[in-house]
């Protein structure tokens, strides 16, 4: 269907209650063959610049560290050089042995200037690729972050421009509402203090009842996505978020509703791996449809892109395995014009990570997810503020992460040991 798909697409290039069941809509996917050779070539081309480190840099150790529950990762040159990475927390509480037992082992004594081959062969040490999901991207990812981080300082040069060149050093945030379960009413509320505090000119909010189509309270879907419209304007920029709540007939009837009151993008209409399910979403609605936060698989969303089945891809970098990985498929939604507005898991410094990946892409959405970064985490930055200034981030520019961690926070971790 053709796309109106409002004003989000050309600012970018500057279920029955219960369990979800199978849909009944007649619409069919199409059966034309696509041709994936020209993003089979972007999947091939490196990422990491190379060139800029002329000698060999060597892991001496790679060590994970707990405190409490924050984990870092830092990783430590032959030449001394070190590099730290704040995990994403809420999930190293789970998955830190698949870090100690099957991804430690394999770095000591690799060249980090190798790290996209690195990446294939890691992916097969101990059979790894078994795990591939967040169990195993989300170690990895954390991994990468310390190995850019170290790469930086070796190369003076940020994170981003490691990945990329530097197209968007400040950042347009939006401000999203994780809010279920609460009356309309509450959510305006909600997102009022939000906009306050933040100043941003966008914000998301909740449909649906998170891979379930039920509302809690009845009807508050319908009730809300209006509201929302009435109450910030036309000006504002809308995001409706429903994390996978519908099937095919039902996405596509509260997707009228969200056209109706001009709703910028739909994300995850029915869950993330219904991919034929979801492009049947895309091409029977003109609001922009976006998703990619759950996609481990590279090969999922070169379908996904090929077959125009989003509008709008969100890789999530800790998800997803890293920058490296996430970089791909911003390259392959560029070819396609498509917008990536990656999506960041809360907890650590997720937040400082998304912005250097969302400064080195040439097709960034116009806003993106702010949530404020983690306090607790003691941290200097000498190039930004890292707060919303009118709605908008700028990101750090010095090399590596462009922050220094407290180094008496980094000595009260300890090593973590399989």
Avoid at 96 to 122: C, H, M, S
């Amino acid at each position: 269907m053709e796309l109106n798909r409002r004003n989000f697409l050309k600012s970018a290039s500057v279920a029955s209650a219960g369990v979800i069941t199978l849909n009944s809509c007649k619409t069919s996917v199409s059966n034309q063959a696509v041709d994936y050779s020209r993003l089979d070539e972007i999947i091939s081309k490196p990422v990491l610049k190379r060139e800029l480190f002329p000698d060999p840099v060597i892991i001496e150790t790679l060590e994970l560290l707990r405190y409490e529950n924050n984990f870092l990762c830092r990783v430590r040159s032959t030449d001394g050089v070190e590099g730290i990475s704040v995990g994403n927390n809420d999930q190293l509480k789970s998955l830190y042995p698949i870090f100690t037992n099957r991804l430690q082992p394999f770095f000591p004594g690799k060249d980090a200037r190798d790290w996209e081959k690195l990446l294939d062969e890691v992916y097969v040490y101990q059979s790894n690729y078994k795990l591939q999901n967040l169990a195993l991207w989300v170690p990895l990812a954390t991994i990468e972050f310390a190995i850019l981080d170290m790469l930086g300082r070796i190369a003076g040069k940020s994170i981003g421009e490691l990945v990329g060149e530097i197209h968007n050093p400040k950042i347009a945030v939006y401000h999203a509402n994780g809010d279920r379960g609460i009356p309309p009413e509450k959510t305006i509320e909600n997102l009022k203090k939000q906009l306050e505090e933040s100043k941003a000119k966008a914000i998301k909010f909740k449909l649906g009842g998170r891979m379930n189509a039920k509302d809690t309270p009845s009807g508050r879907t319908e009730q809300l996505i209006p509201l929302v419209r009435k109450t910030f304007g036309d000006e504002m920029t809308i995001y409706a978020d429903s994390n996978g709540s519908y099937n095919v007939d039902e996405a596509i009837r509260i997707g009228k509703i969200l056209q109706e009151y001009k709703i910028d993008f739909y994300e995850e209409p029915v869950p993330f791996d219904w991919y034929e399910e979801t492009k049947m979403v895309k091409d029977a609605l003109k609001v922009p449809i976006a998703g990619g936060e759950q996609e481990p698989s590279l090969h999922n969303f070169r379908w996904l892109i090929g077959n125009r089945a989003l509008d709008v891809v969100q890789p999530d970098i800790f998800y997803f395995g890293g920058m490296v990985r996430s970089m791909k498929v911003a390259r392959m939604a560029e070819f396609y014009g498509m917008p990536c507005t990656p999506h960041i898991s809360g907890s650590g410094l997720g937040y400082l990570y998304m912005m250097h990946f969302v400064a080195a892409i040439p097709n960034p959405g116009t806003y993106h997810e702010f949530k404020g970064f983690n306090r607790e985490i003691p941290l200097e930055c000498k190039t930004s503020t890292l707060e919303s200034d009118a709605g908008m981030v700028t990101v750090p520019a010095g090399p590596g992460s462009g922050i220094e961690i407290d180094p008496e926070f980094i000595a009260k971790h300890t090593l973590v040991r399989g």
